[in-house]
């Protein structure tokens, strides 16, 4: 026999978990993905925007096209490939430190970008704010879920 207040607890102690859990993904998620546009230029071209992003490992890359045509994320050395389509959108994360070359499979001659993954300072004063919100929404989450 289980009693109500166990199961109280019990939904209580889930619902918290539930919080913390969307609270530390979203603070990750604003700090760990840079975002490459592919644009219809004003030359009646096209381009990766912007072509050379730096990031560090374990960050993630999300292309998303704002073009009417059709283009890949190809990697020049096979390690990831993507079509996408107006309003598509895809995600690499990258692990290891190197630069990364890339283009569109239709538009190779013209249409390329890097992705340079490196260890800096200037990346890491960055990401000390988020790790800071990280933590002071995690105790006040903690917080509010013993005192319930
Ligand atoms: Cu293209």
């Known amino acids: 026999m289980v009693s109500r207040a166990t199961v109280g607890f019990a939904s209580g102690f889930l619902g918290c978990l539930l919080v913390l859990l969307a609270a530390a993904g979203s603070v990750a998620a604003q700090d760990d993905v840079v975002e490459v546009r592919i644009v219809d230029t004003e ?7 912007p072509s050379t992003v730096t ?3 374990g960050m993630t890359v999300r292309w998303v096209s ?4 059709s ?3 190809t990697a020049n050395d ?3 490939h993507a079509a996408l389509e107006e309003g598509d959108s895809f995600e690499h994360t990258f692990s290891d ?3 990364f070359h890339y283009f569109c499979q239709p538009h190779a001659s013209f249409m390329t970008g890097m992705v340079v993954v490196e260890n800096g300072e200037e990346h890491e004063e960055a990401s000390a704010p988020g790790l800071i919100a990280l933590v002071g929404v995690s105790a006040a989450v903690a917080f509010a879920c013993r005192s319930q």
């Open 71 to 73: 283009h890949t994320v």
């Open 43 to 49: 030359e009646g071209s096209f381009a990766f925007e």
């Open 78 to 80: 096979d390690s990831f």
């Open 55 to 57: 990031i560090e490992p």
């Open 97 to 99: 430190v190197g630069m």
């Open 66 to 69: 704002e073009s009417s045509e």
